[in-house]
């Protein structure tokens, strides 16, 4: 395979290739465009793991009837602090952009706001919706499920996904917030996703094994295998509470039967789960950014 061809464009020109590119398989504009920011937002962060490069599975998808490009996010309200979203097997962008703009707007009124999403797909880059609650003054928690890639500690089988765990906090007046974004397994799927699309013969020999349980340092083979967890049982314990949380609470899929980003046989049912948090609950918040820029985000 010869190796891709590098071509750098502005960042509003994307955001313009991928809004059209959506639009003309039938998203909204407004859909088309929240999904493009969260692509080239990854790709301006460096994540280009989960930035343009996943625009081709989602049209395939598109294409294959597995994926809804028409489908609108619904909010079913629970309680007064705890929202429903059905993302109607949609783009994941829209519906987890809709779950935290519930989220936001039932913190500002309550403190906390709780919301749980099914019948979504693949979301990106988990960062972008927790950057979404910081620039709304907000504290949060983002998780979600997603397809089999690894196993249960002990296990061979494919049963967990490396779901991110992200979360998030404000930081002082002039000072940048604090941004989580991370797999629960050495490296994020997608790295290895992306090694492969870039003809690269190798990538380290911790990240993944082959089928047969080996470690492997062939991006082919090691998609063939099972990613491998950081900590060891740490990582599969992280994975399982992304799988409960999101999956099994939310009445999505969960555990072997979560549909991944590249599978175009199957409709996606990803669960997300999403928290935004009031971070003056408990002292005011001038109180709250000087602690944070005076302990973690001063250098």
Not at 1 to 13: E, F, N, S, T
Not at 31 to 59: C, F, K, W
Not at 160 to 170: D, F, Q, R
């Amino acid at each position: 395979m010869a190796p891709p061809v590098h071509v750098r464009v502005k960042h509003d020109d994307a955001l313009r290739f991928i809004t059209t590119l959506l639009t003309r398989v039938g998203v909204s504009p407004t859909n088309s465009a929240i999904t493009a920011q969260g692509l080239v937002e990854a790709d301006l962060r460096g994540v280009e793991s989960h930035g343009i490069s996943r625009l081709p599975s989602y049209l395939a998808r598109v294409r294959n009837g597995v994926l809804n490009p028409r489908a609108e996010p619904t909010v079913s309200q629970v309680t007064p602090v705890v929202a429903l979203v059905d993302g109607h097997n949609g783009f994941g962008f829209p519906a987890a952009q809709q779950a935290m703009t519930s989220a936001i707007s039932m913190a500002k009124t309550y403190g906390i706001g709780m919301v749980s999403v099914k019948h979504s797909n693949h979301f990106g880059m988990a960062a972008w919706i927790v950057r979404q609650a910081v620039t709304a003054g907000m504290m949060s928690l983002v998780f979600t499920n997603s397809s089999p890639a690894m196993p249960v500690w002990g296990g061979k089988s494919k049963l967990l996904g490396v779901s991110p765990i992200a979360c998030g906090a404000p930081g002082g007046h002039d000072s940048r917030p604090f941004i989580l974004d991370m797999a629960p397994s050495v490296a994020a799927r997608g790295k290895i996703y992306q090694a492969l699309r870039r003809g690269e013969k190798k990538i380290p020999r911790d990240w993944a094994l082959d089928e047969d349980g080996n470690p492997t340092d062939d991006p082919a083979e090691a998609l063939k295998g099972v990613m491998l967890p950081m900590g060891g049982p740490k990582g599969s314990a992280l994975a399982i509470m992304m799988d409960v949380f999101s999956g099994v609470f939310s009445g999505a899929a969960f555990a072997g039967d979560v549909t991944g980003p590249y599978d175009l046989a199957r409709e996606g049912n990803v669960g997300h789960f999403i928290v935004a948090i009031k971070p003056d609950l408990f002292m005011g918040i001038d109180e709250f950014r000087e602690r944070m820029v005076g302990t973690y985000l001063s250098t």
